[in-house]
């Protein structure tokens, strides 16, 4: 399984990646999480079951959002507050749900 | 409150998502943020060749013209580099073959430059002073050949030619046609007014813009800009960037230019000031308000916030304190956010014009951390004085607001706990 997140340049969504791995290895979830640039959205694409973004670009929702419908993928934008404090566990979560 | 962000959402969201997305502005982005490696190493040699230490600038005094070699390669080919850059990703964008496109746009680019008198090329006319031309021959480059494409009007190769050699034929009428139009173009300025097409961009284009662009008042409506869309959770300096990156950088390559024939540096905004001056700990002078949290926080949220944020602060990234205080919708940080940037650019603004500190011309990247981005911007050691005068002058201005705030935050958490302590 693998989650995307995107936001403008993949730097403080990486910040938010570290602490999604350490909840996913807590719980003994198999994932491979990464963080991204909004500009490789069209290569993560092809790769991720699904896809978070970081709530400062989501006023590029309407065109990332048809894109990823396009091809199949979940996409959903990050709770700001769980953006902001680095929630790992809760940001895990809603990225699992969206797979179910 | 509620009903405005939701106006802001439903009206004002969109506009800023397809200015942000709109295809040609971004082609130019991309284009830029291309050339940016290249300057940022230009710039490593230019502190080199003249460092903020007296003793040691005397010492590489000798040594300039050698060092200049590598400066004029990266930042004096930024124009150059821009023309092709700009048309390889704006016809990727239309899903052409962004190779054609740029090589093709470099061939126009240079029809439209003059030669010099003992006919070289000449050198300034590639760097930021051709910035504003290459947009917009990228852009008639690949406009032109996009129309050709359409209408079919290419020579087809039968099935099984390789594609390296269809594809160079399929550039050609397109190609021709493009070099054909701009040297008629640039033949009849020369003919009738004895202009050469880089005069006429620059005057009717590159020096309004860069006037409004590099003047006080330009840079604070841009800050304010930025600030406004960060206050709704939108990555604001994306959305000023998109349009205001090819001013910026002019104006710093003509002040790294100045600085090579020491002369007066001209321009006090540009790319450093945008991104590094009233931007430390990322935007609103997060950093400022970070410290107060780890500092001075009575609350467990900000406490717990400022010590898992600060060291993403340091570097310049400003999301969890921005997000997590929050900042966002927040109208009790929203005032100090928007405002101590704002005093703090035109203070630095001040600081430079009267010549307390040097006018910032060697592009770090942005998340070189205070105060080191501040003195290496700069040239001068009094710029890391200035950047730490302005992180404690943002304090000030939040330390207010952040009162106010965490003592609100420190009820809440009292309430809460009453309430569980009451229930078990």
């Known amino acids: 399984m693998k989650i995307t997140l995107l936001c403008a340049l993949g730097m403080s969504t990486s910040l938010l990646v570290e602490k999604m791995k350490k909840a996913a290895s807590a719980k003994s979830i198999e994932a491979e999480i990464e963080a991204h640039s909004v500009d490789d959205l069209e290569e993560q694409l092809k790769t991720a079951d699904v896809i978070l973004l970081g709530p400062q670009i989501r006023y590029k929702k309407n065109e990332l959002f048809s894109k990823a419908d396009a091809a199949n993928t979940p996409m959903d934008i990050i709770d700001m507050k769980s953006y902001g404090i680095l929630d790992g566990e809760k940001v895990l979560e809603q990225a699992l749900k969206l797979i179910n | 409150m509620n009903g405005f962000n939701a106006f802001m959402e439903r009206y004002f969201m969109p506009v800023a998502g397809k200015l942000a997305e709109q295809r040609h502005l971004k082609a130019i982005r991309d284009g830029i943020i291309a050339t940016m490696p290249l300057l940022i190493i230009g710039s490593i040699f230019l502190i080199i060749s003249s460092p903020p230490v007296k003793a ?32 390889y990703n704006l016809a990727k964008s239309y899903q052409m073959d962004g190779l054609s496109a740029g090589v093709l746009s470099i061939a126009a680019f240079f029809v439209a430059t ?71 173009v640039d033949l009849i300025l020369k003919a009738a007014f004895d202009l050469s097409l880089h005069g006429v961009v620059a005057a009717v284009l590159r020096e309004p813009l860069q006037m409004v662009g590099g003047s006080l008042w330009g840079a604070l409506v841009a800050i304010l800009l930025i600030h406004l869309l960060w206050s709704f959770g939108i990555h604001g300096i994306s959305v000023v960037a998109s349009v205001m990156a090819p001013i910026w ?150 330390y207010p607001f952040f009162r106010l705030y965490d003592k609100q935050l420190v009820q809440e958490e009292q309430t809460t706990e009453t309430a569980a302590a009451t229930k078990e």
């Open chain 2, 114 to 184: 003059p030669l010099t008198e003992d006919g070289n090329i000449p050198l300034n006319l590639m760097g930021s002073e051709g910035l504003f031309i290459a947009i917009i021959l990228a852009i008639f480059t690949v406009e032109v050949y996009r129309f050709f494409e359409k209408r079919n009007i290419v020579i087809r190769m039968p099935d099984g030619v390789p594609p390296s050699v269809w594809r160079a034929f399929t550039a050609l009428i397109p190609g021709a046609a493009i070099i054909f139009m701009v040297w008629g």
């Open chain 2, 249 to 398: 950088y002019s104006l710093t390559d003509e002040n790294v230019s100045a600085h090579q024939a020491g002369e007066a540096l001209p321009h006090i905004i540009g790319q450093p000031f945008m991104a590094i001056w009233w931007a430390v700990g990322g935007s609103g002078m997060a950093l400022a308000l970070t410290i107060l949290f780890v500092w001075r926080a009575r609350s467990k949220h900000l406490k717990g916030l400022g010590r898992g944020s600060i060291w993403a602060s340091i570097f310049n990234i400003s999301e969890p304190t921005i997000f997590g205080a929050p900042v966002v919708m927040n109208p009790l940080l929203v005032i100090p956010f928007i405002l101590a940037p704002l005093v703090v650019g035109t203070v630095t603004y001040f600081a430079m014009s009267i010549g307390f500190v040097g006018k910032p011309y060697i592009i770090v990247p942005w998340t070189t951390p205070p105060p080191f981005s501040g003195i290496l911007t700069t040239g001068d050691w009094r710029g890391g004085v200035l950047m730490i005068i302005n992180i404690l002058l943002a304090m000030a201005i939040y």
């Open chain 2, 56 to 87: 040691w600038a005397e010492f590489m005094k000798p040594y300039a013209s050698s060092l200049s070699i590598p400066v004029n390669a990266t930042f004096g080919l930024l124009g150059l580099i821009a023309v092709f850059a700009i048309a």
